[in-house]
């Protein structure tokens, strides 16, 4: 069954440094998003992207937050300078434009800022 | 804004028993779709069941099922005959129906433990 796929799964990273998390959508998925999830808490939106631009984004994703797709496979998240309260679990998620379908997540990249 | 409540944090459930587990949203629009995520230790977020709200019948998918009440907002999962596998974190979710593809808002889990 196709995957959605992250790198790395684990990133410890010094506070003010960029951190750049990865992720391979399913080949024929259209939607991309990228959620986040501090311990013990409920997952919350991000970002979505589709057609090579952001489509929402939530009040989380500020100046710091980017993202791209840079070469039709792979799709990033970029903190620019990171906070210790950027500590999360990140998930990357794809989906092929049926919004009954839910998406289909990546098994997410925790972000530990020190 | 919509939001959706899980208002057990934690459940437990005896091996081959069944559980139910609760959620509650709260919403203005007549078109959506809800769904149940399971995330076990392994952290990733598994799609379990979905439920387009303009469906009055349950949706179902093996063990798992739902009671949807539109008019309470209300979406519970049933597990039957649940296994030790099906241990973890459960998140309810809502989708707006329509324009551009919209964002997963969810509740905040309910950790199911499955007692041997």
């Known amino acids: 069954e196709p995957e959605v796929t992250q790198t790395p799964s684990h990133q410890v990273t010094q506070m003010g440094q960029e951190v750049i998390l990865r992720c391979v959508p399913i080949?024929?998925?259209?939607?991309f998003y990228w959620y986040r999830q501090i311990l013990g808490q409920k997952v919350e939106f991000l970002v979505s992207?589709?057609?090579?631009?952001?489509?929402?984004k939530s009040e989380i994703f500020d100046d710091q937050f980017s993202v791209e797709r840079p070469d039709g496979s792979n799709f990033t998240l970029k903190i620019r300078s990171t906070k210790l309260e950027d500590s999360a679990m990140y998930f990357c998620?794809?989906?092929?434009?049926?919004?009954?379908?839910?998406?289909?997540f990546g098994s997410g990249t925790r972000l530990t800022v020190v | 804004a919509q939001t959706v409540t899980q208002s057990q944090p934690e459940m437990s459930v005896q091996e081959a028993e069944t559980v139910t587990l609760s959620c509650t949203y709260d919403?203005?629009?007549?078109?959506?779709?809800l769904f149940w995520y399971k995330q076990p230790p392994s952290r990733q977020m598994i799609l379990v069941i979905r439920?387009?709200?303009?469906?009055?019948q349950n949706a179902t998918e093996n063990r798992f099922s739902v009671n949807f009440q539109k008019a309470a907002k209300s979406f519970s999962l049933k597990i039957s005959d649940s296994q030790l596998g099906d241990a973890a974190m459960y998140f309810c979710?809502?989708?707006?129906?329509?324009?551009?593809?919209?964002?997963?808002?969810f509740g905040k889990g309910t950790k199911l433990s499955v007692k041997p």
């Open positions: 998620a794809s989906s092929g434009g049926g919004q009954g379908n839910g998406y289909t």
């Open positions: 080949s024929n998925h259209l939607y």
């Open positions: 992207f589709y057609n090579n631009e952001i489509s929402e």
């Open positions: 919403t203005s629009e007549s078109d959506y779709y």
């Open positions: 439920q387009e709200a303009y469906k009055q």
């Open positions: 979710a809502y989708m707006r129906y329509g324009g551009s593809q919209g964002n997963l808002i």
